[in-house]
């Protein structure tokens, strides 16, 4: 099985170049990721999507980082059993698309909306083009997550993404104005789309549905087996769930629904308590001021 993406040896390159993470060590062939807890020597060990066993030597080797405790996301199989189901970083629901299928047999499967809202954008005059730098997708996002009011990263996380690890951006134009942009990693033979933004004024134009559709044949045509959507944070047909939409949105492009073991917190000292509850604090303040 391939490695995920935050496995590989660009996403450490760029990890080590944003300032909460502190080192990265290998142990076998997992990377173990180590992000500083501000004003403090502590740390703590995080694993993204690796089946590593969490044995003495392995929580040893933290320790002697100062790490408090370990948090794994497993890739697959039974969660860690010895430890506390914990808050997920990486999304714990994803959806994968098969891209060893013909672009006939794909439209098929996908729901009638999203058929339709593909051939409405062609039809407005939506254009889809490689950008050559990451200011527009920027922009772009920076609305999305003032309109949805979520947190992500700062304006140079995106930047050294797009100076190490090189991602695709797709961008849609309308009248030469973008309007709506997603960015994209290929790792072996899977396509991933972490990340996207887009200007509500032009929610009309359905860019999204056609930006994903351009996506999928270029990933076919990069030689990708796999097109990730990397996360619907929940699947869910509860439509009162605040994550509907985003459920929606990207299941309305069939594929296969894909559950990752729950995120696992393995406390290697007394203080792990006292720091979740801080965290938990420090979360809720920001919920209050959003």
């Given at each position: ?12 390159r760029f ?20 992000h500083?807890i501000?004003?403090t ?11 590593v ?5 392995l929580?040893?080797l933290?320790?002697?980082e ?28 994803t ?6 299928k013909?672009e006939?047999?794909l439209l098929?499967?996908m ?5 339709y ?22 922009k ?10 979520f947190?992500?990263?700062?304006t140079n ?22 309007i709506?942009?997603?960015m994209l ?8 789309y972490?990340?996207g933004?887009s200007d ?17 044949k270029l990933?076919?045509k ?5 097109y ?6 929940k ?9 509907y939409?985003?459920?929606r ?17 393995i406390?290697l ?7 979740i509850?801080?965290?938990n ?8 001021f959003?």
């Amino acid at each position: 099985m391939e490695k995920h993406i935050t496995q590989t040896d660009d996403w450490t390159r760029f990890r080590l170049t944003t300032p909460n993470v502190k080192k990265v060590l290998e142990f076998g062939t997992t990377k173990i990721f180590f992000h500083k807890i501000p004003g403090t020597p502590f740390t703590v060990a995080y694993i993204p999507r690796s089946d590593v066993e969490i044995n003495e030597e392995l929580k040893n080797l933290c320790k002697k980082e100062n790490a408090i405790y370990i948090k794994i996301e497993k890739d697959s199989g039974a969660a860690q059993n010895d430890g506390i189901v914990s808050k997920s970083i990486l999304p714990q629901h994803t959806i994968y698309i098969d891209l060893t299928k013909t672009e006939d047999q794909l439209l098929k499967e996908m729901h009638e909306k999203t058929r339709y809202n593909i051939k409405l954008a062609q039809k407005k005059g939506v254009e889809i083009k490689k950008d050559d730098n990451p200011d527009n997708f920027i922009k772009l996002l920076e609305k999305t997550e003032s309109r949805q009011g979520f947190y992500s990263h700062d304006t140079n996380y995106y930047k050294k993404l797009w100076e190490i690890i090189k991602p695709i951006i797709l961008t849609a134009y309308i009248n030469k104005n973008p309007i709506a942009s997603i960015m994209l990693f290929k790792s072996a033979d899977f396509l991933y789309y972490p990340y996207g933004g887009s200007d509500p004024k032009f929610k009309e134009y359905m860019a999204p549905s056609l930006l994903h559709w351009e996506a999928i044949k270029l990933g076919k045509k990069l030689g990708c087996k796999t097109y990730d959507l990397w996360g619907t944070y929940k699947n869910t047909k509860d439509e009162n769930d605040p994550w509907y939409g985003i459920y929606r949105f990207k299941s309305g492009f069939g594929g296969t629904e894909i559950d990752f073991p729950p995120s696992i917190d393995i406390p290697l000292s007394p203080l792990y308590k006292i720091f979740i509850f801080i965290d938990n604090l420090r979360w809720i303040i920001l919920k209050m001021f959003r």
